[in-house]
């Protein structure tokens, strides 16, 4: 149980282009989901937290209108880094905390995408 | 949120205890202590968590002394797959557990044969 996936495991993506990073709590539902970054040899951070229905809350520095995230369902976030430029490659991570069936203090997270901006 | 801090890297041989120790000097009342295992281009992987004295799993033991100031992650015969990053983390787990984790830098944790 317990199982957060991440959808692309990795992208390549040209400059000026969006991408689109899926995340889902696949045999739980989570009306909390978190994303995080992480740069080379670095610890992660948190970028923004997301709620099912309501809009995300960005940590200080974290430009919401370049990481659009959407929360659309009680399994589905989204991430999208618009107008992407290689500042921009890093190593995005998502994860999701349960409301049932699963350990709810506990986040769980997802594999990781790589994203690396041409 | 109680900031934590834990030795850079640790080196073992397969087959050793190997106890990570981390201080968190202003955890708070309702603050649990968690840690965290990641591997390389991989997402962290929950170990263990515990309020107080001691939690023991499958995969770890955690201790923590009455005044909660630190905490030791405890892996038994470690293998060279145990290599990877351990993070500490304080986490506020009062009214849900809807509260963000701040990770620290980590210890590497590298076992040799």
């Known amino acids: 149980g317990a199982v957060v996936s991440q959808h692309p495991s990795r992208v390549i993506c040209k400059s000026g282009t969006s991408v689109k990073i899926e995340c889902r709590s696949l045999?739980?539902?989570?009306?909390?989901m978190f994303w995080y970054r992480q740069f080379p040899k670095q610890s992660l951070m948190l970028m923004a937290t997301?709620?099912?229905?309501?809009?995300?809350?960005?940590e200080q520095g974290v430009e919401k209108d370049k990481f659009l995230i959407n929360h659309a369902s009680l399994t589905l976030s989204t991430l999208t880094v618009t107008s992407a430029h290689p500042e921009d490659s890093s190593f995005y991570i998502c994860?999701?905390?349960?409301?049932?069936?699963?350990?709810?203090?506990?986040?769980?997270f997802g594999p990781g995408t790589r994203l690396t901006v041409l | 949120l109680a900031k934590t801090t834990q030795p850079i890297s640790m080196d073992s041989y397969e087959g050793q205890e190997v106890n990570i120790t981390c201080s968190h000097n202003?955890?708070?009342?309702?603050?649990?202590i968690t840690w965290y295992q990641q591997f390389p281009s991989q997402g962290p992987r929950f170990i263990i968590q515990?309020?107080?004295t001691k939690v023991t799993n499958e995969v770890a033991s955690l201790f923590i002394p009455a005044d909660r100031k630190s905490s030791t992650l405890s892996l038994p015969r470690v293998s060279l797959s145990d290599t990877a990053v351990y993070y500490c983390?304080?986490?506020?787990?009062?009214?849900?557990?809807?509260?963000?984790?701040?990770f620290g830098t980590g210890t590497l944790l590298a076992v040799q044969p």
């Open positions: 983390l304080v986490v506020n787990n009062y009214g849900g557990a809807t509260n963000k984790l701040i």
């Open positions: 045999d739980f539902q989570a009306t909390t």
């Open positions: 515990g309020y107080k």
């Open positions: 202003n955890i708070a009342t309702n603050d649990y």
């Open positions: 997301s709620n099912e229905g309501s809009k995300a809350t960005y």
């Open positions: 994860s999701a905390i349960g409301t049932s069936g699963v350990s709810t203090d506990t986040q769980y």
